[in-house]
């Protein structure tokens, strides 16, 4: 499977699974979920709510595409390491992490209007590829 059709699969996959209830979206911008995060951190429920469910839905997605995939033995669009947890915790990291350095290389402006999923995606990958 290329690149780009893995890609696109996974980023469907997560938008899909994360659906849209409420005021809730899976296709937030990454300018959305920096904003959402702010006020989940500023101790806004509503938001903390909604930012949990976005994650959980992150998680959930990552789940719906790699594990049919890795049970069929097909190429899965990245490797990550034996035993390494993916949780809330782990995700909302590793999401930090990725905001860091494309800020820290002034890409994150180029990315801003993106869809979230895409670039959780896209760095999934570029943190975990495949041998």
């Known amino acids: 499977m290329s690149s780009w059709r893995a890609l696109t ?3 469907v996959a997560l938008l899909l699974v994360l659906g849209s209830v409420g005021p809730a979206k899976a296709n937030i911008t990454v300018a959305d979920y920096l904003s959402l995060r702010q006020q989940a951190q500023d101790g806004n429920a509503l938001a903390q709510a909604r930012w949990r469910y976005y994650i959980v839905g992150l998680m959930d997605g ?4 790699q ?3 890795e049970a069929s033995g097909g190429k899965v ?3 990550m390491p034996e035993g390494l947890p993916v ?3 782990f995700l909302d990291e590793f999401i930090q992490s990725a905001l860091q350095r494309l800020s820290d290389t002034d890409r994150l402006t180029e990315q801003i209007s993106s869809p979230m ?3 959780v995606a896209i760095e999934l990958k570029r943190s975990f590829p495949c041998e």
């Open 9 to 11: 699969l996974i980023s």
């Open 62 to 65: 990552i789940q719906a595409v």
């Open 67 to 69: 594990a049919p995939t």
């Open 77 to 79: 669009f990245f490797c």
């Open 87 to 89: 949780s809330p915790k």
């Open 117 to 119: 999923a895409v670039l």
